[in-house]
């Protein structure tokens, strides 16, 4: 039977490697030059640092890990039964891959908080996993390149991650738009309608809205046991249109009486503030619709989209109040936002904005047609290698024509020959694969050679 991968994981061959190695180094620099750190945790965690931190349907998306050994010889009957299939999976299954990046950096906060000195600023570039439908865009072995401060309520790091978000792009060629939105504002909004206790329903559904529509959303509400009414004072809002401040304005005349609402209205009227003095090269717009999916956001929330690519979110993050205190370190702020490697690369590779040297490999190939070629070649390949060309040696003794045909085939540009007639004069003929010249010169000046 042919071997094959699990569905939602790809394998990436070494030019698709090299790209994404190029969108890692890019992101990587940002964050190092404004001054983060980086840390990594482990693949997996203990399944009670994971559930219950990404809401009821994000759990049902952790992958969990079977316990070593003969994990079942403890089950009861009972356990196996339809009512007590919980307890059995909490008995075999202790651990499971990280979900995000977030929630394993509160655990290595609270774990390590003796060694940190805070504000802490780290950055991580590792896989997650989510057991989620594979489809365009959304895989279940993923990349994330998450930045946070944690250990400070200041909005300048919130700005900072607005420009951490431009900078990036910039350097990547991908023009975009980031939405802002803040959870105190959705608060503040649930409040004005009535259904305060209707928040998680509220948020989830508008966050929809730009795949299914108003009408849609407002049905979904319904279905909640959201009344007409209440939906009837939502829509408008969602509406809105105008510049930032001038939806801000508007909220704050209708938010007048939740200091929810309007904790959210100055903390966005603070960060749009900074803002115009920045003026930041990509789109920046105040989305009343953007919720996040994730129940532990608590001030201001992000979502970045590629303008010229048909795909979903490609950045996202915000504000999170006491996602430590659920580990036993409480009143510690942080902000942070996760760069999506996979679509971004998936979006760079619609619009081919890949530059050409990604693809550089191999330059030079030296062929191999004998014993005493190969003494000749090995030092004047080393000379090369420590002068940074990247070479290699054919290392088998295959006719020449053969060793041309792998060289095209791996696209390499130059290929080296060096047989009995170069050897006697101390020369080294040198192949243009694309174009088919063929110069020789004296071995000594090979390092002045332009490859």
Request: proline content about 4%; glycine content about 8%; aromatic content about 8%.
């Amino acid at each position: 039977m042919k071997p094959s991968i699990p569905s939602g994981t790809r394998d990436f061959s070494p030019v698709e490697t090299a790209k994404r190695t190029y969108i890692f180094d890019a992101i990587r620099s940002v964050f190092k030059i404004f001054g983060f750190q980086q840390i990594e945790t482990p693949a997996m965690e203990n399944l009670s640092t994971l559930l219950g931190k990404y809401g009821e349907e994000g759990d049902k998306l952790l992958f969990k890990i079977l316990n070593s050994g003969d994990a079942f010889a403890k089950l009861t009957p009972e356990d196996l039964s339809g009512t007590g299939t919980g307890a059995a999976s909490a008995k075999v299954c202790e651990k499971g891959l990280r979900y995000d990046l977030t929630v394993p950096f509160a655990r290595y906060v609270v774990q390590h908080q003796g060694e940190i000195a805070f504000p802490f600023r780290r950055y991580q570039l590792q896989p997650v996993w989510r057991a989620d439908r594979p489809q365009k865009g959304r895989y279940r072995e993923f990349y994330q390149c998450d930045v946070d401060v944690v250990g400070s309520t200041s909005l300048l790091n919130e700005v900072e991650l607005v420009q951490i978000v431009d900078a990036v792009f910039q350097k990547l060629g991908i023009a975009v738009t980031l939405k802002i939105n803040n959870r105190k504002l959705l608060s503040g909004i649930a409040e004005l309608m009535g259904a305060s206790d209707k928040l998680t329903e509220i948020t989830v559904a508008i966050d929809k809205i730009e795949k299914t529509g108003l009408d849609s959303v407002k049905s979904e509400l319904r279905e909640h046991g959201v009344s007409d009414e209440a939906v009837a004072t939502l829509e408008p809002i969602l509406l809105l249109g105008g510049a930032p401040e001038e939806k801000l304005q508007a909220l704050s005349r209708l938010l007048a009486n939740s200091a929810v609402g309007m904790a959210g209205i100055q903390e966005l009227s603070a960060i749009f503030g900074y803002l115009e003095h920045l003026r930041p090269t990509c789109a920046v717009e105040l989305d009343l619709s953007l919720a996040r999916g994730l129940s532990y956001y608590t001030g201001a929330i992000f979502e970045v989209k590629a303008n010229d690519a048909e795909m979903g979110s490609i950045t996202g993050g915000g504000r999170y109040d006491n996602l430590t205190g659920i580990f036993g370190l409480p009143n510690v702020s942080g902000v942070g936002i996760s760069f999506g490697a996979d679509r971004i690369y998936d979006v760079m590779a619609q619009l081919n904005l890949f530059p050409d040297s990604t693809q550089v490999g191999t330059q030079v190939m030296f062929a191999n047609l004998g014993a005493r070629e190969e003494l000749y070649a090995i030092p004047l390949a080393a000379q090369l290698r420590k002068s940074g060309v990247n070479v290699e040696i054919y290392p088998d003794r295959k006719k020449l024509q053969k060793q041309l045909e792998y060289a095209d085939k791996r696209s390499i540009p130059y290929v080296v020959i060096a047989g009995e007639n170069e050897m006697s004069q101390q020369n080294v003929a040198i192949k243009n694969m694309k174009t088919g010249e063929q110069r020789v010169l004296p071995a000594g000046e090979i390092l002045n050679f332009e490859f």
